[in-house]
C-alpha cells in the first residue's frame, strides 16, 4: 500500500482466527464464509440480475470484484453495466470512483501495496487500463496508441511498482497494423515497454515473475530482465493458460482443447522449476480450472466446462485442491450458509479463499434477451430466468 492512508487500509484488511467447528449432520466446517456487500446501485432494475463476481484477494483480506445489473440503457431498452469495487472487512466496499463520461469500470487485482488495477471504459466504447488507490490517485496507465483500437486492460502491480497490461500494438511484422495483442509492461519510473506478443498477463509476484499466455503457449517473465520459460508450449488443438504465480515461484492454471477460451479445459500447477502437475476434476465431471495458488492449495472449479454457453453455470463447483486430490469447497463450509459456491477465483498467504455463488432460496431474477427484428427495432424476451450472483470470503477455522 502507499504512504499514510494506505498502512491504516492496509491493517484494516486483517481477520480474525476462530476454533474448529462441526456443522449439521456431523459435517466438518473448515471455513468462516462472510458474504460481500457491493455498494448500491440506484440505477439496478429492481427484480433483475444482479452479479457480484470476484477477481482476487490480497494478502490483507482485501478482495477485488465487480458488480454488474441491468439498467435502462442509452441506446437499447436494457443494458448491462459493470462498476468494480473493492472490498475489505472493516471498511467494507468502495466504488472505484466514476470518471467524465464513463460507462464503468472492471477491476482485475488489488495487491498488497493497495493498489487495483482494471479497465475503464468510455461513452464512446474506448478502453483504457487504469491504477486506483483508494483515498487516494486514480491514473490511466495504459492508453493506446492513435491508430490502434482501445481495448488496453491493466492488470496487475507488484509491491516494488512493475505494472501489467495488455492491449492492442503495432506489429513491425506488419507496419500499420495494430492486430496483435502485446503484453504491457510499466517500470516504476513510469517507461512502457511490451512484452510477449498473441496474448495477455494475469498476475505478478512480490518477485516481479509474471505469468501469463503468449498464442497457445503458458509463460512464466521475469518483468525487470525479459527472462521468459514456456511453462507449456501448446499447439492447434491445445492451449496453455498461466493464471496466478506465489511468491515462491508456483504457477496455478490450466489446458484448454480446442479453444483458448471457451474449451474444455484441465486445472493444472507447475512448481518453480516449471514441472507441471495436472490436477483431478471433481468425481463425475468433465473438466476443470485452476484459478490461483496459495502456499499449500490451489483453487479453481469443476464442472461441464461451458465456459463460454454458460460462463455463470449453476452447475459448476468451487473446488481446492491439496495434494493433487480434488475437494468440492462446499463439503468444508456450514450447510446453514444456504449458499452454493460455484468458483473460487483467489487465495492469499493466510489461506483465505474468494470465491462466488449464489444463495440457494433467493428467488430467481429476470435476465432478458435482446434481440433485433429485420427493421433494427429491439425486442427483449423476459422469459428467461437466472440466478443472482454474489461474493463470499472464506476464512480458514484455526
Known amino acids: 500500500m502507499k504512504p499514510t492512508a494506505l498502512i491504516a487500509c492496509a491493517l484494516a484488511l486483517g481477520y480474525a482466527s476462530l476454533a474448529s467447528a462441526t456443522g449439521p449432520s456431523g459435517q466438518t466446517t473448515r471455513y468462516r464464509v462472510t458474504e460481500i456487500d457491493s455498494p448500491a446501485d440506484a440505477a439496478c432494475l429492481p427484480g433483475h440480475v444482479v452479479r457480484d463476481i470476484p477477481w482476487g484477494i490480497n494478502d490483507f483480506g482485501g478482495v477485488a470484484a465487480d458488480h454488474s445489473c441491468l439498467i435502462v440503457g442509452p441506446f437499447a431498452p436494457v443494458v448491462l453495466t459493470t462498476h468494480g469495487f473493492v472490498w475489505s472487512p472493516w471498511s467494507g466496499s468502495l466504488a472505484v470512483p466514476p470518471q467524465p463520461d464513463n460507462l464503468g469500470t472492471h477491476v482485475q487485482s488489488f495487491n498488497n501495496r493497495g493498489e487495483v488495477f482494471g479497465r475503464e471504459l468510455d461513452n464512446s466504447g474506448s478502453a483504457f487500463g487504469f491504477e486506483w488507490t483508494p483515498y487516494g490517485p486514480y491514473e490511466r496507465v495504459f492508453v493506446a496508441p492513435p491508430g490502434c483500437g482501445r481495448i488496453d486492460v491493466a492488470v496487475a502491480g507488484s509491491i516494488d511498482g512493475f505494472s501489467l497490461g495488455f492491449g492492442l500494438r503495432p506489429d513491425a511484422s506488419t507496419p500499420g497494423s495494430c492486430a496483435t495483442v502485446k503484453w504491457l509492461i510499466r517500470t516504476p519510473w513510469g517507461d512502457i515497454s511490451e512484452g510477449p506478443s498473441g496474448g495477455q498477463p494475469w498476475d505478478i509476484n512480490?518477485?516481479?515473475?509474471?505469468?501469463?499466455?503468449?498464442?497457445?503457449?503458458?509463460?512464466?517473465?521475469?518483468?525487470?530482465?525479459g527472462w521468459t520459460q514456456v511453462l507449456f508450449a501448446g499447439g492447434a488443438t491445445n492451449f496453455g493458460r498461466a493464471q496466478d504465480i506465489n511468491d515462491d515461484g508456483e504457477v496455478?492454471?490450466?489446458?484448454?482443447?480446442?479453444?483458448?477460451?471457451?474449451?474444455?479445459?484441465?486445472?493444472?500447477?507447475?512448481?518453480?522449476?516449471?514441472?507441471?502437475?495436472?490436477?483431478?476434476?471433481l468425481a463425475g465431471q468433465v473438466s476443470s480450472r485452476a484459478h490461483a495458488v496459495g502456499d499449500d492449495e490451489v483453487v479453481g472449479q469443476s464442472g461441464p466446462g461451458l465456459y463460454c454457453d454458460q460462463p455463470y453455470s449453476e452447475d459448476?463447483?468451487?473446488?481446492?485442491w491439496k495434494n493433487r486430490r480434488a475437494t468440492d469447497l462446499n463439503s468444508l463450509i456450514s450447510r446453514r450458509q444456504g449458499v452454493t459456491l460455484t468458483r473460487a477465483v483467489g487465495v492469499n498467504s493466510r489461506g483465505q479463499i474468494v470465491a462466488f455463488g449464489f444463495r440457494n432460496d433467493e428467488p430467481l431474477a429476470e435476465c432478458p434477451v435482446l434481440t433485433w427484428d429485420e427493421d433494427d427495432n429491439?425486442?427483449?424476451?423476459?422469459?428467461?430466468?437466472?440466478?443472482?450472483?454474489?461474493t463470499f470470503v472464506l476464512t480458514p477455522f484455526h
Request: with cysteine.
Open 378 to 390: 429491439p425486442i427483449l424476451d423476459y422469459t428467461p430466468k437466472c440466478r443472482n450472483f454474489h
Open 316 to 320: 459448476e463447483r468451487a473446488v481446492i
Open 252 to 281: 496455478a492454471g490450466y489446458l484448454s482443447q480446442q479453444n483458448k477460451f471457451c474449451g474444455q479445459a484441465s486445472a493444472v500447477k507447475w512448481d518453480r522449476d516449471g514441472r507441471m502437475q495436472s490436477l483431478p476434476h
Open 206 to 225: 512480490s518477485r516481479n515473475v509474471a505469468v501469463g499466455d503468449a498464442g497457445s503457449a503458458a509463460v512464466r517473465v521475469h518483468v525487470p530482465s
